[in-house]
């Protein structure tokens, strides 16, 4: 049986690869643990961004997401110490690799038993109840 251990953000696109491999008969045995370390990292993208991704479109569930923030914040644009997210009516879909990741893998880990209590109790906050407990 192989181990695949998606360790941070980074790696959240794994879980969502079962997708791809297992309809293909390839590491069908597989399992997948994700650890999450910063829940403010999760790869919100554009809902348009999907057909970039080479997943099936299966696997578009379980990426969808909405919020109401019209901005996508990224390392490479992040929300600033003093920023405030402006929050809309409106909704506006996106893509979320930690919400994928989240719900494709079959163990998710946090650094500690307490960083689990606190994300599990965020996750309303963060827009992605629909994940569950941790």
Known sequence: MHVFFAPSHDHTPLPNHQDVYQPKGQFTKAKVALCI????????MWEESF????????????LAFEDGTAKIYSEKDPLEEDEVPVLSKGKFKKVNWLK???LSADKVLTVSPNYAT?????????????CGQL
Do not use: T
Request: aromatic share 6%.
């Open 37 to 44: 370390h910063n829940i403010a990292f999760q790869g919100r």
């Open 51 to 62: 057909s970039d991704m080479g997943l099936p479109a299966s696997s578009k569930a379980k």
């Open 100 to 102: 994928g990741g989240i």
């Open 118 to 130: 606190e994300v599990s109790a965020l996750l309303g906050q963060w827009s992605m109840s629909s």
